[in-house]
């Protein structure tokens, strides 16, 4: 019998292999805390990232969003769908995902080492090719950020992995 995505072992094992995702995209440099001398600032800095990103997905700014995700993203949809940072780019231009609204909520920011991971709930109303119409989604995710590097000094904060889960829509009244 395959184990629930709900299941407590489910869960364990995926908040396990997030926090060594985590060491990986911070250069394998979790262990010591080296890029974020002052969270007070980063956190902020990491939530206003997170907003850009939701803004650029619903405005389908393509521009942005490559400033805002990394090179090895890896970014997995709620259906299970996993994609790169070029599927995603393209993805987005083609329109076969649409984001119409993103508001997130409740967010907390937690640190391995440098890196950021957030984790929160978002209300999506998506279009995803061929459906005809957007459905209307409440997601749980997390999300990892590392600082962005331009030039040789820190530009930001960038996406490095992206994961959610559908939250399931209550039963109708006369269901219950």
Same mark, same amino acid.
């Given at each position: 019998m395959r184990a629930s995505l709900a299941s407590p072992g489910h869960r364990v094992w995926r908040a396990a292999a997030l926090v060594c995702l985590?060491?990986?995209?911070?250069? !394998? %440099? @979790?262990?010591r805390d080296t890029g974020v001398a002052d969270r007070g600032t980063a956190e902020p800095a990491v939530l206003a990232s997170e907003a850009a990103r939701?803004?650029?997905?619903?405005?389908?700014?393509e521009g942005a969003l490559d400033t805002l995700l990394a090179a090895d993203l890896s970014y997995t949809h709620s259906n299970a769908n996993?994609?790169?940072?070029?599927?995603?780019l393209e993805s987005v231009r083609t329109g076969r995902?649409?984001?119409?609204?993103l508001a997130t909520e !409740? %967010? @907390?920011?937690?640190?391995?080492?440098p890196a950021a991971v957030v984790t929160g709930r978002a209300r999506v109303l998506v279009l995803v090719a061929p459906a005809k119409a957007p459905m209307r989604i409440t997601l749980l995710y997390?999300?990892?950020?590392?600082?962005?590097?331009?030039g040789g000094s820190a530009a930001g904060w960038e996406l490095v992995a992206w994961q959610s889960t559908r939250v399931p829509e209550p039963p109708p009244a006369a269901a219950r």
């Open positions: 985590a060491a990986c995209a911070s250069g !394998g %440099q @979790a262990a939701s803004r650029a997905l619903v405005a389908r700014d996993r994609e790169s940072k070029a599927d995603m995902i649409r984001y119409d609204s !409740g %967010q @907390a920011v937690r640190w391995v080492g997390t999300s990892i950020y590392r600082r962005r590097v331009a």
